[in-house]
């Protein structure tokens, strides 16, 4: 996830749009927790973008295919340190113990709202409804497998303890052994 904002409520509104389409997490609510900010600047002739401290510029008009090529191509190269792992949470991956694993899409999602409950932790229903937005029934026994299979990915793969906690309906991750 992460914070948009723009110069024109336009095109914020269209690319924010056109970005949850693709499957990228995008907010504009500064109470929503994220991972970083991309601003986006509207001029006469381009349309400027900011990753943090990463500037890119794309002349008017462009194909919105093209503008995504590019953006993931930096996205992906977007990382968070933790003391003992860097995610990537575009990318997929995590790296540690100078091995590097690729999550499934099921268990990106898992660690991308994890890392960002670390605080106060996630509820049980909200993680589940990230991760299967769709299903009806919950089944919290399919989201306890799920992070189950996670630790256990990690730690074969990557020699890597996640210390994941289950308390009164939330889920805690806690990066201090």
Request: proline share 2%.
């Amino acid at each position: 996830m992460f914070k948009f904002s723009s110069n024109c409520n336009f095109t914020k509104k269209n690319i924010i749009s056109l970005l949850n389409q693709k499957g990228l997490m995008t907010t504009y609510d500064q109470k929503n927790k994220d991972f970083f900010h991309l601003k986006i600047s509207l001029s006469d002739k381009s349309l400027e973008v900011n990753i943090d401290k990463d500037n890119l510029s794309f002349s008017l008009p462009f194909e919105f295919h093209y503008f995504f090529s590019v953006l993931m191509k930096k996205l992906n190269n977007v990382s968070l340190n933790y003391p003992k792992f860097v995610y990537f949470p575009f990318k997929q991956t995590i790296i540690a113990n100078n091995n590097e694993a690729t999550l499934r899409n099921t268990h990106n999602t898992i660690m991308k709202n994890l890392l960002m409950s670390m605080e106060n932790g996630i509820s049980r229903k909200e993680l589940y409804f990230h991760i299967w937005p769709n299903d009806k029934d919950i089944q919290i026994n399919k989201l306890d497998t799920h992070l189950t299979n996670l630790k256990n990915y990690l730690l074969e793969n990557l020699n890597l303890k996640l210390n994941i906690i289950s308390q009164k309906n939330a889920v805690y991750l806690n990066l201090v052994d």
